[in-house]
């Protein structure tokens, strides 16, 4: 099978590098003189500095070439994936096609899957998601995914062409889940940052960390996800690394936020816009997500963490 990954971040090349363990790898960058200079320095020293391409990963900008494969996984930003699904649609049709962006478009409201049925619908839609960094992945360190595809044959043909010595995928039919899973732990993490940020404490992380993966939890079942899937990798394994880390982005976004710092603004920050989706999910299906909506606000500069935390803490008690 050949495969192609679409996008030249860290992520995206973090993935291309792991799997040509298994073969040859085409990696697609949209701008060509990124590509061209991958090509040339073999390694992508804007976003993954210091990880070699091995040999059979060739680095391109046509999207010619990209279309060769027949199975494309998609490294592109969630807020951008929709229109270039729309875009390609026609050369895209009977692939199988990879979601590997973790967000909730905010047009629309859909998730990386729910973009792919949408725009293309005649492809073979598929969630790689769970608790990972580039870095690791580049350097073959032991990583464990979820890989969520409806069709249970399609889903095991991908698990079983996707794996490789270090990254061992775990297969699921919950789209839904897995795609809120990866989406919802980006915005508790930009919580959890603003916390350490601002200097409320550990205890204060933890609490957020929990009463997040409750928020979580309840839009899951609200959108029809199996709530195994939230406890599994893809939901609070994911939730658990990006809220603890500083190799995390919308981590140290929050911390940014909290410390009333400047935050590169080149940067992909998914959770800033999942959290205002996830606020007019939530307005949509009468839900409680205090900590979503706070984010939200944070991330839009309408609140400072002062007066996050206090909202928070005057919601009235209750059982938990």
């Known amino acids: 099978m ?22 040859p790898v085409t990696l ?5 003189d ?8 073999r390694e992508n020293s804007r976003r993954l500095a210091g990880h070699a391409f091995p040999e059979n990963v060739h680095v391109t900008s046509d999207l ?7 199975t494309i996984l998609l490294a592109i930003p969630a807020q951008k994936l929709g229109n270039w699904l729309k875009e390609n649609a026609n050369n895209l049709a009977e692939k199988r096609l990879v979601a590997c962006c973790k967000g909730i478009d905010q047009s629309t409201l859909r998730g990386p899957v729910a973009q792919i049925e949408a725009h293309v619908p005649t492809a073979i839609g598929a969630m790689l998601t769970g608790p990972s960094f580039a870095a690791d992945i580049a350097n073959h360190l032991p990583t464990a995914l ?12 991908l698990q ?7 990254l061992r995928l775990y297969l699921s039919q919950d789209v839904i889940g897995a795609e809120l899973g990866g989406a919802l732990k980006n915005v508790i993490a930009i919580a959890c940052g603003v916390c350490m ?31 195994e899937t939230l406890t599994g990798l893809s939901g609070f394994g994911d939730l658990a690394l990006t809220c603890t880390s500083d190799a995390s982005r919308n981590y140290r976004f929050g911390q940014s936020i909290g410390a009333a710092e400047s935050f590169d603004t080149s940067t992909t920050v998914e959770g800033a816009a999942t959290a205002v989706s996830v606020s007019n999910l939530a307005e949509k ?16 500069g309408k609140i400072d963490p002062e007066t996050a935390l206090a909202t928070l803490l005057a919601r009235p008690l209750r059982k938990e």
């Open 285 to 300: 299906h009468n839900l409680d997500l205090p900590i979503c909506r706070v984010v939200a606000d944070l991330s839009a």
């Open 160 to 166: 079983a062409c996707l794996s490789t010595p270090t």
């Open 64 to 70: 010619g070439t990209l279309f060769e494969a027949e």
């Open 28 to 32: 697609w960058a949209r701008d060509q």
């Open 146 to 157: 979820t890989l969520a595809c409806k069709d249970a044959d399609e889903g095991a043909y």
């Open 197 to 227: 940020g601002a200097g409320f404490g550990e205890s204060a992380r933890a609490a957020v960390i929990t009463r997040g993966f409750a928020e979580m939890r309840r839009i899951g079942k609200a959108l029809g996800a199996d709530p």
């Open 2 to 23: 050949r495969i192609a990954v679409a996008g030249a971040g860290a992520f995206g090349t973090g993935l291309a590098i792991s799997l040509a363990a298994n073969g």
């Open 34 to 41: 990124a590509a061209m200079e991958m090509s040339k320095s």
